[in-house]
């Protein structure tokens, strides 16, 4: 049984002493009767990290990411938050409303499926001043002024603020979810397949257009992707899985060019379809 952090103390990338990880995972599983989603998964992720979780379909990247952002309750291990005041909190023994706080403020969730990360039906503005709304804006004046700007910022017109999603292109869509889940400054961003349903030119331009935001902003990101040129395009560390289970770990142009684990070879060498 090995974990992320105990694979290769060594070249773990060195952050200041005095940093402290922002998430702490430890011993993390989660199954679903009898059949694994993850096992004993542990890692850290420190202040404007970008950690990918890659892995072929089934390996357990989603339920990973689904019990570290509390969506889904692990079966046992412990996932810790640095709140902003310093304390570090056990996000699964917080109360559901100081849980909803957090992920309506300090933490961001992208969607693979825009739709799942949108409101469809209420326009562009409301999509991203909504937010703002949840953490106690109350100006109408500025939070449009606020969601023009966030929409300028994913390239998205302020002739399209008054429309619906509905009637924007794939790629607008997840713009407008990266907007919306950006405007409250979060410290750290969970995203399951950000470019997973786009055509492949459209995906070029939203990885450079989040690389952007997540070094401007000084983002920590937990990324999942089964596609290793988005982990090397945006991520600083990387975590393999296979069966559920953390099988290599490490600095991410480490693991692509020197893959150790021999599944990380298939799957750098593109023998495996992942
Ligand atoms: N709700 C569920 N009920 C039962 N089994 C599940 C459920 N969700 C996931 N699993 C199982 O858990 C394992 C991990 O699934 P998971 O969706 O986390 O993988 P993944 O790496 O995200 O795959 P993909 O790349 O296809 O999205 C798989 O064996 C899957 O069948
Ligand atoms: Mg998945």
Redesign the pocket.
């Known amino acids: 049984m090995v974990s992320a952090d105990t694979l290769e103390p060594s070249v773990q990338p060195g952050p200041p002493s005095a940093e402290k990880p922002l998430l702490s995972v430890e011993g993390l599983t989660r199954v679903?009767?009898k059949?694994?989603?993850?096992a004993d998964v542990s890692f850290e992720l420190f202040p404007g990290e970008v950690l990918a979780v890659v892995?072929?379909?089934?390996?357990?990247?989603?339920?990973?990411?689904?019990c570290i952002s509390s969506r889904l309750a692990p079966t046992c291990g412990t996932v810790h938050y640095r709140m902003r005041d310093g304390a570090s909190a056990d996000i699964y023994k917080m109360s559901e409303a100081e849980r909803r706080y957090l992920m309506r403020t300090d933490w961001g969730f992208v969607h693979q499926n825009p739709i799942d990360g949108l409101r469809m039906t209420v326009s562009a503005g409301a999509n991203v001043g909504e937010r703002l709304m949840a953490v106690g804006n109350r100006h109408y004046g500025n939070i449009r002024r606020a969601a023009i700007d966030w929409l300028a910022r994913v390239e998205i017109g302020e002739d399209r603020v008054d429309d619906q999603p509905r009637t924007f292109s794939g790629g607008m869509r997840q713009r407008l979810q990266i907007a919306r889940n950006l405007v409250t400054e979060p410290r750290l961003v969970f995203m399951?397949?950000p470019t997973g349903g786009l055509d492949v030119s459209v995906q070029a331009r939203l990885l450079d257009l989040l690389r952007g935001l997540v070094s401007d902003l000084g983002l920590a990101v937990v990324v999942?992707t089964?596609d290793l040129a988005v982990a090397r395009l945006l991520s600083d560390r990387m975590i393999v899985?296979k069966d559920?289970r953390v099988i290599e770990a490490g600095l991410t142009d480490r693991v692509l060019d020197d893959p150790r684990a021999p599944y990380t070879q298939l799957l750098v060498s593109s023998i495996l379809q992942?």
């Open positions: 679903y009767g059949r694994i989603g993850c892995g072929e379909s089934g390996s357990g990247k989603t339920t990973l990411l689904n399951d397949e999942v089964h899985m559920g992942v």
